[in-house]
């Protein structure tokens, strides 16, 4: 995918710069704002193989995400505009085990700043390419404890050494993703989104027990990924 994108923006490349040299386009102006769903798609073969070790069901296929952003013309610089964008999600799995219920659920959240370039319009279609700069963060949740309770049982557990077990495993990340937008003008003040991209996470450390450095965490768990992204903007399009 790193590939695709990269081909990609070398044969828009040139688009770039006819636009920039064409003293008949005008610099786009308005700004919008609106709902988006992302999803990724990390490795989850480093977390799945410990999971399977505990009896859990692997994590399969991607995840999704909800969030949204906006963003605004620059005019002193031709069809840029910056903005920013946010998104969060999570996905779980559980399993009974020897008695004990055993589940994980793995959270990924994030947002940035953005900016992008505009190709010129074509009819009811706009093409961008930009990058979001920012931060984010994951956080693996583990826990066991017995498959059947009781009132009394809870409350001697909390008072006394219990059985029951939970971890949080997190990190945090700059992040930076390349990406290209779509934006299918519905009306001048409406528009369907579409796009797709790459998550860098940068500096990524794992940590557990409220910040203490986790060690040996497996080298393909992390938070690099694809991803694909929809969502419905309003506010001032050109048409």
């Known amino acids: 995918m790193k590939k695709f994108l990269a081909i990609s923006l070398f044969f828009l490349f040139p688009f770039l710069l006819n636009a920039q040299s064409n003293n008949v386009l005008l610099s786009k102006f308005g700004g919008a704002g609106g709902f988006e769903v992302f999803y990724f798609a990390p490795d989850f073969s480093g977390l799945n193989s410990a999971l399977t070790q505990s009896g859990l069901p692997e994590m399969k296929n991607g995840i999704l995400t909800y969030g949204g952003g906006g963003y605004s013309y620059i005019l002193f610089i031709p069809n840029v505009r910056i903005g920013g964008v946010g998104f969060g999600g999570s996905k779980s799995v559980s ?3 020897n008695n004990y219920y055993k589940s ?3 959270h990924i959240g994030g947002g940035g700043v953005t900016i992008e370039y505009t190709f010129p319009q074509i009819k009811f279609m706009q093409l961008s390419v930009g990058a979001t700069l920012g931060g984010g963060s994951t956080e693996i949740d583990i826990h066991s404890r017995k498959s059947v309770a009781s009132w009394s049982q809870i409350w001697n557990d909390f008072n006394s050494s219990s059985e029951a077990k ?7 990340f700059f992040l930076f993703s390349p990406s290209i937008n779509g934006e299918i003008l519905l009306s001048r003040f409406a528009a369907l989104r579409i796009g797709a ?3 860098f996470a940068v500096g990524e450390s794992f940590t557990a027990f409220d910040g203490i450095d986790l060690s040996g965490v497996p080298s393909n768990l992390n938070s690099q990924s694809f991803f694909i992204n929809a ?3 309003v506010g ?3 048409l």
């Open 95 to 97: 399993n009974v085990v």
């Open 104 to 106: 994980a659920e793995y």
């Open 166 to 172: 939970s971890y949080s495993i997190k990190s945090n």
């Open 197 to 199: 991209g790459y998550q």
């Open 231 to 233: 969502g419905i903007m």
């Open 236 to 238: 001032l399009f050109v």
